[in-house]
């Protein structure tokens, strides 16, 4: 995975609603990811959490690409 330097990247969960809060660097990062995502095959899958990528506290996301 690319990132760019400077990324900042929180996810947590509020009121029933998943929030992902991210300044530029971490949105470029995520855009990314995303797309190259979007290239890979059916059940492919992104996993980000605080150990690997985002900020102490957030909960954890998983992407998947479905059919």
């Known amino acids: ?12 969960v ?5 929030i992902i809060s991210a300044n530029k ?3 470029l990062s995520l855009a990314s990811q995303l797309k190259a ?3 890979e095959a059916v ?3 992104c996993h980000y959490d605080e150990y ?3 900020e102490d506290g957030s909960c954890e996301l998983i992407i998947e690409k479905i059919k």
Not at 1 to 12: E, Q, Y
Not at 14 to 18: D, H, I, T
């Open 1 to 12: 995975m690319n990132w760019v330097d400077g990324f900042t990247i929180k996810v947590k």
């Open 43 to 45: 059940g492919c899958h």
């Open 25 to 27: 660097e971490g949105l």
């Open 14 to 18: 509020e009121s029933g609603n998943v």
């Open 52 to 54: 690997n990528s985002l």
């Open 37 to 39: 995502l979007a290239d």
